[in-house]
Each structure stands twice: as C-alpha cells, then as structure tokens.
C-alpha cells in the first residue's frame, strides 16, 4: 500500500493527471519525470479491483525483473503495483488499496534511444492491455458478481 498523499490533494483543488509510485502528478505526463534513465517507461491506465476508479500511472521495469518491460506487459508478468490511495465512491476507504491494479491499456510507451540520446514514444505497442481469463475470475471472486464485467477501454485519444 501506496502512503497517503491527503495533505498534499486536499491543498490542490485539481486532479492528478496522473500518478507515480502513489504520488499525484498534476503536469501532463513526460519519460523524464520518472527515474533516472530507465530504457523503457510507460503511462498505463489500471483500474481498482475493489471500487472500479480507474488512474493513469507511470510505469517502468522493476528492480527485479530482468528484460524488457514491454515483453513483461505483453505475457502478463509485470507487476502494476498497488493503486493509489484513494476512497471508494462511497467516501470511505477503499479497500483495493492494498490489491494490485489491474491493467486497462498502456496509454504511452517510450524507449531510450541512445543515438537520438531521447526517449522516442513507440505507438505500436501502445493500447489496451488483454486480461487473461484467471484474472477475470479473481476479480469476480473478490466483488461477488455472478456477471462478466465491461471492460471498457479508454484510449489516449479519449
Ligand atoms: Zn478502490
């Protein structure tokens, strides 16, 4: 679980844009606001397993997983990490702020190009995120629907 960054939305009357490691962002997002020269990195739509809100998030590769980011994103093993703090729609505490965020759509991916000494946005592996079927299942489970859920994808261009 993400720490609790109140102090600092409750001073802001906008929304993130988008977030990092649980901290709201309020400028459009950029490669560079990330850490230090990661080759890959990302902003992805993830949604609560527990109340639905859906935030966009930067990502990049982990600490522990070796190769690339994208290929992990591609065969299900990259790890989105917990959601944001936030409340469910009712104003408590979400629940899901402990469960890993289930991916919607890779919104932007950029790699480092070291000949262009840049990071170069890579549209063809951009869009959304194909949730295996287990997971559908988990989800179910853990909100109590006898029903398939709409995954409704929502693109940059949204
Ligand atoms: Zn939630």
Do not use: K
Not at 133 to 152: C, D, K, N, Q, T
């Amino acid at each position: 679980m993400h720490p609790d960054y109140s102090d600092f939305l409750d001073r802001i009357p906008e929304a993130p844009q988008w977030w990092f490691n649980g901290v709201p962002r309020y400028n459009p997002f950029s490669p560079l606001d990330l850490s230090v020269r990661p080759r890959e990195v990302g902003l992805a739509l993830v949604r609560c397993q527990d109340c639905g809100t859906e935030f966009s998030i930067g990502i990049e590769p982990t600490l522990f997983a070796e190769g690339s980011m994208f290929d992990q994103i591609a065969l299900d093993h990259f790890n989105y990490d917990d959601p944001p703090r936030h409340a469910s729609p009712d104003g408590s505490r979400c629940a899901g702020e402990t469960m890993g965020a289930t991916p919607i759509c890779l919104l932007e991916a950029w790699q480092w190009e070291s000949e262009a000494m840049d990071f170069v946005r890579q549209p063809q592996l951009e869009g959304p995120i194909v949730i295996p079927e287990y997971r559908v299942h988990r989800w179910l489970a853990a909100v109590g629907s006898a029903s398939r859920p709409s995954i409704e994808v929502v693109g940059p261009d949204n």
